[in-house]
């Protein structure tokens, strides 16, 4: 079955400084791989995804990931962080089901910015 | 940002009455989606839609049905809310499969199980 784990469940990083966000999942086949951004109160935007192709993938807002299948991971990364950074974000690995794409959604990270 | 709007976005009831959250969307997209929030579980999903009277489970779709009657509305029915239904409801859509399109989320709905 498909899974995800975002082991670090909160971040706190000064305004300015580089950010990684890790991700690995569990997959038997070639993943479809996504982060989302939640700011507060509101639903999920899409930041970035991967399907295949070139494992550095550029998403919305400077963000960009890098899938390595050696390791399973999808990690996150922003060179400069942004006080407007601040939020939750979630990797997720989806999968294709017969009448939908299924996405299985890690717990989450939450990011603080210092100004 | 896409047409997508919940109804209400802030709920208090008491267990065992009945609840429906309403997802209204304005982009024509075929696929609709509903998926709970919880601490510590990310999303999860309870039930999806492929159109217009086609609907099925998803992972956590115990004491959930759903209803699409037309496109641009998925309505997500507790038949008898309990108290571990408290959660957080988000709506989502896509204009098809996931692989190739993306899958745009409501502001969410609040919801309180007395």
């Known amino acids: 079955a498909q899974s995800v784990t975002q082991p670090d469940i909160h971040i706190t990083v000064s305004e300015g400084a580089s950010l990684e966000l890790r991700c690995n999942y569990s997959?038997?086949?070639?993943?479809?791989l996504f982060w989302y951004v939640q700011s507060p109160g509101q639903g999920l935007q899409l930041l970035l995804k991967y399907f295949s192709g070139d494992t550095l993938v550029q998403g919305i807002k400077g963000f960009e990931a890098e899938f390595k299948r050696s390791q399973s991971s999808f990690n996150l990364r922003k060179p400069s962080v942004h006080w407007s950074d601040a939020a939750e974000y979630f990797c997720a690995v989806g999968a294709m089901e017969t009448s939908y794409d299924k996405v299985i959604f890690g717990p989450g990270t939450s990011l603080s910015v210092i100004p | 940002d896409a047409g997508i709007t919940q109804s209400p976005r802030h709920k208090v009831t008491e267990t065992g009455t009945p609840v429906t959250l309403r997802c209204h969307q304005t982009?024509?997209?075929?696929?609709m989606y509903w998926y709970r929030q919880d601490p510590g579980h990310g999303l999860r999903l309870i039930h999806y839609?492929?159109?217009?009277?086609?609907?099925d489970k998803g992972e956590v779709s115990d004491g959930y049905s759903v209803s699409r009657s037309k496109t641009e509305d998925f309505l997500l029915t507790l038949e008898s809310a309990t108290s571990s239904q408290t959660s957080v409801y988000f709506c989502a859509i896509s204009s098809g499969r996931l692989t190739t399109d993306t899958q745009y989320f409501g502001p969410g709905t609040r919801l309180t199980v007395l």
């Open positions: 839609s492929y159109g217009v009277k086609d609907t």
């Open positions: 982009e024509n997209h075929r696929y």
């Open positions: 997959y038997g086949a070639t993943p479809y």
